[in-house]
């Protein structure tokens, strides 16, 4: 067998063309879910597919599906794709090489005279980045049924704004509870991705296979300490909201080193201080921690520690304590079988390849649920991603759509 034929000269200039619509300017890219600058990429990528032959719908959360049919209508169809929202700032890589390779995969493969007796689907979800709700995989949540049409609708935005807004502007007007899939009604679905970290190049490895992906908890604290002159109330009869804050950081931080577990990692990305005067003593903090592991029980037992020491602390400070779990979800295994199709595809493309885990989370997770999943990582530098200087070489690239190419080939046949 021969390697797939990718026009990677193609997919550079969509990838740049698609980068160019952006709420930000070049480098950075931009686009919140339902934003102009998102309405004007989610058509310009149904014009793509459109060129390419592929029969287009999108459902009532605004995922957009391009099928190439199979010979047998009657097998359910293999999926890819990925996501072309972009969070502030962000670069253009991110999720767009999973959307725009899977593109050129399937049009590699009619080229090279391919017939699939299993119609192949390429998905492109719906918000896989939080920024507009605060909720990441909108989408592939509903698609997948883990998150209800009743719940999606009392989603708000910073302005107050709730999911139907939004949807309405995108005209977007039918039952989100049309959305949801029923497991199977996809054989496999297999993501292209950069994989957001140093490892496969750090080791010069071409392909990385996925067999597990860690799924976050997430977790918002709200501190009300009390207020006070900067030099006029004295240390001892403080209720410094911002000195719990610290303190349940480092909790954070601790629990991720001593839970046993070689995959759980915990940031407290969000640390908002009121009045945030230099003189003012803080009477007020609001904390947002992610929590995330490949096994439930070392991430829960994390948990446990995390909201008992923050509970400890609060008392012994005198700061009322409003704890809320924003979201907890489960980590995915990915199939062994496809692992396997992936690795052997690699092989035959002549690349290297490892296993590994995804500690970032992709609407894979979600998909899971309702279908047998794994993910294809290329090497991108650095690591560096969701900043404007993320790359992945067109070599990279090219590698990556060829493996990915070369599994829906043989799933297909």
Request: proline share 6%; aromatic share 4%; hydrophobic share 40%.
């Amino acid at each position: 067998m021969t390697r797939p034929n990718i026009d990677i000269a193609r997919v550079e200039a969509n990838l740049t063309a698609l980068a160019e619509i952006s709420e930000h300017p070049a480098p950075a890219v931009t686009r919140v879910l339902f934003s102009d600058a998102d309405l004007q990429a989610r058509s310009w990528m149904q014009a793509r597919c459109e060129e390419a032959g592929l029969e287009l719908r999108t459902d009532e959360a605004g995922n957009l599906f391009a099928r190439w049919h199979g010979t047998d209508p009657s097998l359910p169809p293999i999926a890819t794709g990925s996501h072309i929202d972009a969070i502030p700032n962000a670069g253009k890589y991110d999720g767009t090489v999973g959307v725009i390779g899977g593109l050129e995969a399937i049009r590699s493969l009619r080229k090279s005279g391919h017939i699939p007796r299993r119609s192949i689907e390429l998905v492109v979800f719906t918000a896989e980045e939080p920024t507009r709700f605060g909720v990441g995989c909108l989408g592939s949540r509903l698609l997948s049924g883990v998150m209800s049409s009743s719940h999606a609708q009392t989603l708000k935005d910073d302005d107050g704004l709730g999911l139907n807004h939004w949807r309405s502007r995108a005209g977007l007007r039918g039952d989100l509870e049309s959305v949801k899939l029923n497991p199977g009604f996809y054989s496999a679905f297999i993501e292209l991705h950069i994989e957001q970290g140093p490892l496969l190049e750090a080791q010069r490895i071409d392909i990385g296979i996925v067999e597990k992906i860690a799924a976050p908890a997430a977790f918002r604290a709200i501190l009300t300490g009390s207020g006070g002159h900067a030099g006029a109330v004295l240390m001892p009869g403080r209720k410094d909201a911002l000195l719990a804050g610290a303190e349940i950081a480092l909790a954070v931080e601790q629990a991720a080193l001593t839970s046993g577990s070689p995959d759980i990692v915990g940031t407290t990305g969000v640390f908002e201080v009121k009045p945030g005067a230099i003189n003012s003593i803080p009477c007020a903090a609001k904390l947002e921690i992610d929590l995330r592991d490949t096994t439930t029980p070392t991430r829960k037992l994390a948990e446990h520690h995390i909201l008992t020491k923050s509970s400890e602390i609060c008392k012994r400070r005198g700061i009322e304590l409003d704890w809320e779990t924003i979201n907890s979800d489960e980590p995915a295994i990915c199939d062994p079988a496809l692992v396997e199709r992936v690795s052997a595809a690699a092989n035959t493309c002549g690349l290297s390849s490892m296993k590994m885990i995804s500690r970032a989370y992709h609407d894979s997770l979600f998909m899971a649920r309702i279908t047998p999943v794994t993910m294809i990582f290329i090497p991108c530098h650095l690591g560096y991603s969701h900043r404007p200087d993320e790359y992945s070489s067109p070599e990279a690239i090219a590698n990556g759509i060829a493996v990915l190419a070369e599994t829906l080939r043989g799933l297909s046949e």
